[in-house]
């Protein structure tokens, strides 16, 4: 295998970075975006003293600047006015806050670990996926290309919790201990769910050509997903008070007030004491 001159390949090179569509901001920029944004609607975690402390008023411009920075290279690519977009998520911030409030308080009071509401939005990773995640939707319907993909994507990388922008989320969302869930983009989740690690809400087959089509289960109010279920497909719809038990493997509907449960057998045998002599 040969390699290229060095000027052939920063020829090769150029050409290829010329062709790409989109320009992005970068991934550490989004990342300290989303915390700072967090951090500025829940700042139960303090500062080193020797920091300086802004106003909220400061807080707020530098947020909006930070995101009008971001927006610079997708400009292109907006369906509105850049002004427009930026009115319209900081206009839905208010109502983003009280949902995770009601996210928060859901976590704190079904989890018999938690101690009180400031450690599940200082620590808790589920609750930082949900917060990103609110946000990143937040994102997508005001029009932003890429940027909301990145953001969850972050959060992805820090708790382990993959959820789809696009996917569609009621209030009073539960997520406990987290690694391992995976929400995909036209998932469908009601009011007061919880979700344990290693849940996937995903499609019964990857294929380009149903990227336009619901691909993802719908998921009833105040139903409960224990750990490492999987449950598959557009049509599948899990009625509302539903419990799905660990392991389960599910690509049908079950109706409200279902209990699904996967069945293993485990053996347990006796063995007899060893002899003394």
Same mark, same amino acid.
């Given at each position: 295998?040969?390699?290229? /001159?060095?000027? !052939?390949? +920063?020829?090769?090179?150029?050409?290829?970075?010329?062709?790409?569509?989109?320009?992005?901001?970068?991934?550490?920029?989004? @990342?300290?975006? #989303?915390?700072? $944004?967090?951090?500025?609607?829940?700042?139960?975690?303090?500062?080193?003293?020797?920091?300086?402390?802004?106003?909220?008023?400061?807080?707020?411009?530098?947020?909006?600047?930070?995101?009008?920075?971001?927006?610079?290279? +997708? #400009?292109? /690519?907006?369906?509105?006015?850049?002004?427009?977009?930026?009115?319209?998520?900081?206009?839905? %911030?208010?109502?983003?806050?009280?949902?995770?409030?009601?996210?928060?308080?859901?976590?704190?009071?079904?989890?018999?670990?938690?101690?009180? %509401?400031?450690?599940?939005?200082?620590?808790?990773?589920?609750?930082?996926?949900?917060?990103?995640?609110?946000?990143?939707?937040?994102?997508?319907?005001?029009?932003?290309? +890429?940027?909301?993909?990145? $953001?969850?994507?972050?959060?992805?990388?820090?708790?382990?919790?993959? #959820?789809?922008?696009?996917?569609? #989320?009621? /209030?009073?969302?539960?997520?406990?201990?987290?690694?391992?869930?995976?929400?995909?983009?036209?998932? *469908? %989740?009601?009011?007061?769910?919880?979700?344990?690690?290693?849940?996937?809400?995903?499609?019964?087959?990857?294929?380009?050509? $149903?990227?336009?089509?619901?691909? /993802?289960?719908?998921?009833?109010?105040?139903?409960?997903?224990?750990?490492?279920?999987?449950?598959?497909?557009?049509?599948?719809?899990? @009625? *509302?008070? !539903?419990?799905?038990? @660990?392991?389960?493997? $599910?690509?049908?509907?079950?109706?409200?007030?279902?209990?699904?449960?996967?069945?293993?057998? %485990?053996?347990?045998?006796?063995?007899?004491?060893?002899?003394?002599?």
């Amino acid at each position: 295998m040969t390699s290229d /001159h060095p000027d !052939s390949f +920063l020829s090769r090179l150029s050409r290829q970075n010329d062709k790409y569509r989109y320009k992005l901001p970068s991934r550490q920029d989004a @990342g300290k975006f #989303i915390q700072n $944004l967090i951090n500025f609607l829940f700042p139960i975690s303090q500062d080193c003293p020797a920091c300086p402390n802004k106003d909220l008023t400061m807080k707020y411009a530098d947020l909006r600047k930070d995101l009008d920075c971001m927006l610079q290279p +997708l #400009i292109p /690519h907006l369906e509105k006015d850049k002004e427009e977009i930026l009115n319209e998520v900081f206009a839905s %911030i208010p109502q983003i806050y009280d949902m995770l409030l009601l996210d928060a308080r859901s976590i704190t009071d079904n989890d018999p670990a938690s101690v009180s %509401i400031e450690e599940v939005i200082s620590v808790y990773p589920g609750f930082m996926a949900i917060a990103t995640y609110r946000f990143a939707h937040s994102f997508a319907h005001c029009g932003i290309p +890429l940027l909301p993909r990145m $953001l969850t994507e972050f959060a992805h990388g820090q708790t382990g919790i993959d #959820i789809h922008p696009n996917a569609v #989320i009621g /209030h009073s969302f539960f997520i406990d201990h987290g690694t391992g869930v995976v929400i995909g983009e036209t998932t *469908h %989740i009601g009011n007061n769910v919880k979700l344990y690690q290693g849940v996937t809400l995903g499609a019964t087959h990857v294929s380009k050509s $149903l990227a336009s089509r619901k691909r /993802h289960p719908t998921i009833e109010d105040n139903v409960v997903v224990y750990a490492n279920a999987t449950i598959l497909g557009g049509d599948t719809v899990i @009625g *509302h008070d !539903s419990v799905i038990g @660990g392991n389960a493997w $599910l690509v049908r509907s079950v109706p409200p007030f279902s209990q699904v449960y996967h069945q293993s057998k %485990i053996e347990i045998r006796q063995q007899s004491a060893p002899s003394v002599t």
